[in-house]
């Protein structure tokens, strides 16, 4: 069964830091680019961050460039998103997903709740 | 930032009726266009990408039309089960990839 897990959600304190990781199984990982989507109750779906499936290209939304940086191990089958800086409007639930440059996300994981609060 | 527009917020429908979803693009998204469902405690899942393809397992109730701005997501036959919120977004190649706000679709 194909398959996404994340993990490294918390609470943490504005300022702070969270590596995020994602666990994939069931499919050959490197054939696919990445990205981590993040929801919650006011904006909703809002795509975070993706990477190539070499790891060679990444991007980020324009409000988390320069404190968030994505990147991938294939041969762990691993995603994960270093967050740093963190701010109140970082706190959501965060989905790692399958797919990225020109091609739907295909695959969803149940999330990972960080909550930035002091 | 190519924006989405759903509508309406909010359908609520009896089993056996159909229903028509919209999603207007502010740019031309060509056929750059999926559709998830999202139910209570459920991470969201592909419906429709390509605008009209189904994607694996999806039942033929579930259909997808537009292209360039407007799209639409017909679902037929409306089960108790399709009760859901649905999303529409756009992964051309303006970044970043952009989703709609959300259709809650009720089954009374």
């Known amino acids: 069964e194909e398959q996404l897990v994340e993990s490294g959600g918390s609470v943490v304190r504005p300022g702070g830091s969270l590596r995020l990781s994602c666990a994939a199984s069931g499919f050959t990982f490197d054939d696919y680019g990445m990205s981590w989507v993040r929801q919650t109750p006011g904006k909703g779906l809002e795509w975070v961050s993706g990477?190539?499936?070499?790891?060679?290209?990444?991007d980020y939304i324009d409000s988390v460039k320069g404190r968030f940086s994505i990147s991938r191990d294939n041969a762990k089958n691993s995603l994960h998103l270093q967050m740093d800086y963190l701010r109140a409007e970082d706190t959501a639930l965060y989905h790692c997903t399958r797919g990225w440059l020109g091609g739907p996300l295909n695959l969803w994981g149940p999330g990972t709740l960080v909550t930035v609060s002091s | 930032e190519i924006v989405l527009t759903q509508s309406p917020g909010t359908l609520s429908l009896s089993p056996g009726e159909s229903a028509t979803l919209s999603c207007r693009a502010s740019?031309?998204?060509?056929?750059?266009l999926a559709w998830y469902d999202q139910r209570p405690g459920q991470p969201p899942r592909l419906l429709i990408y390509g605008a009209s393809r189904r994607a694996t397992g999806i039942p033929d109730r579930f259909s997808g039309s537009g292209s360039g701005t407007d799209f639409a997501l017909t679902i037929s036959r409306l089960e108790p089960e399709d009760s859901a919120i649905y999303y529409c977004?756009?992964?051309?190649?303006?970044?970043?990839?952009?989703f709609g706000g959300g259709t809650r679709v009720e089954i009374k």
């Open positions: 977004q756009q992964y051309g190649t303006s970044r970043p990839l952009t």
């Open positions: 990477i190539t499936k070499n790891g060679g290209t990444t």
């Open positions: 740019q031309s998204v060509s056929s750059q």
